[in-house]
């Protein structure tokens, strides 16, 4: 059965501390990666799609990357306004529904 | 706004009641999908439809739950004989499928309160 898990829960960052969220899937075939951006009280945004390892995606200060069992999301340098939750999904071979990990929370201090 | 569209933005309702909630999608998307969250959680999956037709149900989806998709387009979910547990966002997504291209976005939701 497809399963997302994604890590830490929660992290806590200074403005301009850069880290990375860890998004670790199994998977029967992936047909898609996806990474949102949720605010509270609102619906998924998306933020990028990656298909195959190796691949990488980059808007403003999140780069995403992919490997054959995880991906990842870099924030580089963030501002108190990329605070949200972050979520991973992914589409299998049989191309139906996404399955959603937990999220991480992500809160920027000024 | 060509964005997906969910109304009611919130619904309060007594438990055993019924609800329904609407979601247009964006124009020409053949994929329709509803999920539910709840607090901390990820969405969690409940049906989706290619263009008409109803393709997969959760096998956690109660009996309750019924969903529709008249001519492709616009898609109701109703849940029948509300209960506590059903208080929850209820998120709407569409997507244009192909190959090439299997991403889905997102309404704001309709956030339910079952007292």
């Known amino acids: 059965e497809d399963q997302v898990t994604q890590s830490p829960e929660a992290l806590r960052l200074q403005e301009g501390e850069s880290s990375s969220l860890n998004c670790s899937y199994t998977?029967?075939?992936?047909?898609?990666l996806f990474w949102y951006r949720q605010d509270p009280g609102k619906g998924p945004e998306f933020l990028f799609t990656l298909y195959s390892a190796g691949e990488e995606k980059e808007k403003e200060r999140l780069k995403a990357t992919l490997t054959k069992k995880e991906s990842f999301l870099h924030i580089t340098a963030p501002k108190p306004e990329d605070s949200a939750t972050y979520l991973c999904?992914?589409?299998?071979?049989?191309?139906?529904?996404?399955?959603f990990g937990s999220g991480t929370r992500l809160s920027i201090r000024p | 706004d060509t964005g997906v569209s969910q109304d009611p933005r919130h619904k309060i309702t007594k438990r055993g009641q019924n609800v329904t909630f609407r979601c247009d999608p964006i124009?020409?998307?053949?994929?329709l999908y509803w999920y539910r969250q709840t607090l901390g959680q990820g969405p969690e999956f409940l049906t989706y439809f290619q263009n008409e037709a109803q393709l997969e149900k959760s096998r956690l989806l109660s009996d309750r739950f019924s969903a529709e998709r008249p001519k492709g387009s616009f898609s109701t979910l109703e849940i029948q004989r509300t209960e506590q547990g059903d208080s929850a966002m209820y998120l709407c997504?569409?997507?244009?499928?192909?190959?090439?291209?299997?991403?889905?976005?997102f309404g704001q939701g309709t956030r339910l309160t079952v007292v």
């Open positions: 999904a992914v589409r299998d071979s049989s191309a139906s529904k996404i399955i």
């Open positions: 124009s020409e998307h053949n994929r």
């Open positions: 998977v029967s075939g992936l047909r898609g």
């Open positions: 997504a569409s997507s244009y499928y192909t190959e090439m291209n299997t991403e889905a976005f």
